[in-house]
T-cell receptor, first 115, second 112 residues
Framework: GAGVSQSPSNKVTEKGKDVELRCDPI?????LYWYRQSLGQGLEFLIY????????KSGLPSDRFSAERTGGSVSTLTIQRTQQEDSAVYLC?????????????FGQGTRLTVV | GQQLNQSPQSMFIQEGEDVSMNCTSS?????WLWYKQDPGEGPVLLIA?????ELTSNGRLTAQFGITRKDSFLNISASIPSDVGIYFC????????????FGKGTKLSVKP
């Protein structure tokens, strides 16, 4: 597709269950970002992938959070043993990162609700 | 995590008025980006700035990359109801530090 695609768009899960959120970046984009946005708040950086470099995981809030990017394209964010405070919108973005260009384009997000 | 200082947090303006918001950072950025987010949507890129002192326009929007590389502002001229939303600034250090750091947003409400 032409833009960043995230799935599912909405996810309701029970506390303690694991969830997987998927991001399909724009074709050819080498960088991929995950952010978390709580209701009415700003964007909290989670993790950043760039090409074959080791990902920047400095924003992951706990060891229950992990992400991988297979083949330099699709990324999956996994949250294990979900807690109610994990409820938020999870946003994915991708950028080309060529010659200093770091314009990032966002998907629609996945709204996660932990009950 | 690290965030930029974005102000104001919110503003109510009359339709037709000009709007100004800004972001500051304690660190030097190589890139400044401005986004707008509508309810239930992901942020949409408005303007990208790459050089200190750069002034860029996109329709009624104008943004500048501060000379010190530690600040940026966004102006909206002659606001209209569809300008309502949350505006975010974002900065990038460049090089190996590729992640974008976001401000907390400016919520814009326009009185029709």
């Amino acid at each position: 597709g032409a833009g960043v695609s995230q799935s599912p768009s909405n996810k309701v899960t029970e506390k303690g269950k694991d969830v997987e959120l998927r991001c399909d970046p724009i074709s050819g984009h080498t960088a991929l970002y995950w952010y978390r946005q709580s209701l009415g708040q700003g964007l909290e950086f989670l993790i950043y992938f760039q090409g074959n470099s080791a990902p920047d995981k400095s924003g992951l809030p706990s060891d229950r959070f992990s992400a991988e990017r297979t083949g330099g394209s699709v990324s999956t964010l996994t949250i294990q043993r979900t807690q109610q405070e994990d409820s938020a919108v999870y946003l994915c973005a991708s950028s080309l990162v060529a010659r200093g260009n770091t314009e990032a384009f966002f998907g629609q997000g996945t709204r996660l609700t932990v009950v | 995590g690290q965030q930029l200082n974005q102000s104001p947090q919110s503003m109510f303006i009359q339709e037709g008025e000009d709007v100004s918001m800004n972001c500051t950072s304690s660190s030097i950025f190589n890139t400044w980006l401005w986004y707008k987010q509508d309810p239930g949507e992901g942020p949409v890129l408005l303007i990208a700035l790459y050089k200190a002192g750069e002034l860029t326009s996109n329709g009624r929007l104008t943004a500048q990359f501060g000379i010190t590389r530690k600040d940026s502002f966004l102006n909206i001229s002659a606001s209209i109801p569809s300008d309502v939303g949350i505006y975010f600034c974002a900065g990038n250090y460049g090089g190996s530090q590729g992640n974008l750091i976001f401000g907390k947003g400016t919520k814009l409400s326009v009185k029709p």
